[in-house]
């Protein structure tokens, strides 16, 4: 009864009600009846500009977008899926107080993400990188996608444009950060490259949209992929999920955290106190000073904590000393591991 009277309640929260909700409450709100519009949202003055800057260039080509959960252009797709949480106000209050940062969250940021995820859609849209020179320039994109690269940080062979030296992750995003610099207005890349190597890539896209002006795109499909308006999930469950993946994902630093902090038990010796037996007992006092500490949500410090859990029972973990000494360790180790997420999320961009 009480999970169908939490739907009903669901149900009822209108669009323009929401806005107004505590964020305890909106986190239950399910993303597909936020009932977001791109066109009427603070968004589509900036895919006005990013459609002129492609006018101004003398490419026909527009893409297609819509909101989905994060920045992507997908393959076979010639189209920008944008976070929905840019296109209110509200959302991205949220989503900075539980992830610290919002991606595209300036004007300046933003234009420079659409611009590079143009890149991606126009590759798709004219099937540029099946052109021999294309290959020859920016490498075969067949190359299987990276779960992570350690870029060479005084490298002229790339541009530098998003961040994390991100061309070099891979060929394609290579070509899209390359376009997105040649793209921008009033652009000096000529001068700003001048003796890198990676001025070579820029006079190329120059050559390639010459060739393009004008051209219809023989790619024009208008497909959403993973549209807001088709996740029933709440948002709640969407922000579990992502900061348990950026966590999760330093899974061996973790442990090797929890190891220090804690103990496992030794063959033959009494059974001391578990780590996760104590964490729970103490979890709300716990869960609201290290929030204070790092200025974070208690939302955040919540889904460290039960990751922590979840690998101390597993493993076995043990307290070092009392009960009574273990609150401030356990509280450093929290602070640690919590830290290693927002380390994680700092200037990331979706490959």
Not at 182 to 187: A, D, E, G, I, N
Not at 320 to 331: F, Q, T
Request: aromatic share 8%; charged share 30%; proline share 6%.
């Amino acid at each position: 009864m009480a999970s169908m009277r939490i739907r009903s309640e669901r149900r009822r929260v209108r669009a323009s009600a929401w806005a107004r909700l505590p964020d305890e409450e909106l986190l239950q709100v399910r993303l597909c009846d936020l009932r977001l519009e791109l066109t009427r949202s603070p968004l589509q003055p900036f895919i006005r500009r990013l459609h002129g800057e492609l006018a101004h260039a003398g490419i026909t080509f527009r893409p297609h977008c819509w909101l989905a959960e994060e920045w992507f252009s997908p393959d076979g797709v010639p189209g920008i899926a944008v976070p929905f949480y840019l296109a209110h106000p509200r959302l991205r209050r949220l989503e900075r107080r539980i992830m610290r940062e919002v991606e595209g969250g300036n004007a300046n940021w933003l234009m420079r993400i659409l611009r590079h995820e143009a890149g991606h859609a126009l590759d798709t849209a004219f099937r540029l990188r099946r052109r021999r020179r294309w290959r020859e320039v920016f490498g075969p994109a067949s190359l299987p996608y990276p779960d992570s690269y350690r870029p060479r940080a005084g490298s002229r062979r790339y541009v530098q444009h998003l961040g994390a030296w991100y061309a070099q992750s891979h060929p394609t995003e290579d070509f899209a950060e390359t376009f997105a610099v040649w793209l921008q207005p009033s652009t000096s890349w000529r001068r700003t490259y001048r003796e890198w190597p990676a001025l070579g890539k820029l006079r190329y896209v120059e050559e390639l949209m010459t060739d393009l002006r004008g051209q219809r795109p023989p790619v024009r499909v208008r497909q959403t992929v993973e549209p807001i308006t088709a996740d029933r999930r709440t948002l709640g469950e969407f922000y579990r999920a992502r900061l348990q993946r950026q966590v999760a994902g330093r899974a061996r630093d973790v442990d090797e955290m929890l190891r220090r902090a804690f103990r496992t038990p030794q063959a033959g010796e009494r059974p001391g106190v578990r780590a996760g037996t104590y964490i729970r007992s103490a979890k709300a006092q716990i869960r609201r000073s290290v929030a204070l500490r790092l200025d974070v949500s208690e939302y955040l410090v919540h889904q460290v904590m039960r990751l922590v859990l979840h690998r101390s029972d597993q493993l076995g973990l043990l307290l070092r000393g009392s009960r009574r000494d273990a609150r401030a360790p356990v509280e450093r180790l929290l602070v640690r591991v919590a830290r290693l997420h927002l380390d994680g999320s700092a200037g990331r961009h979706t490959l």
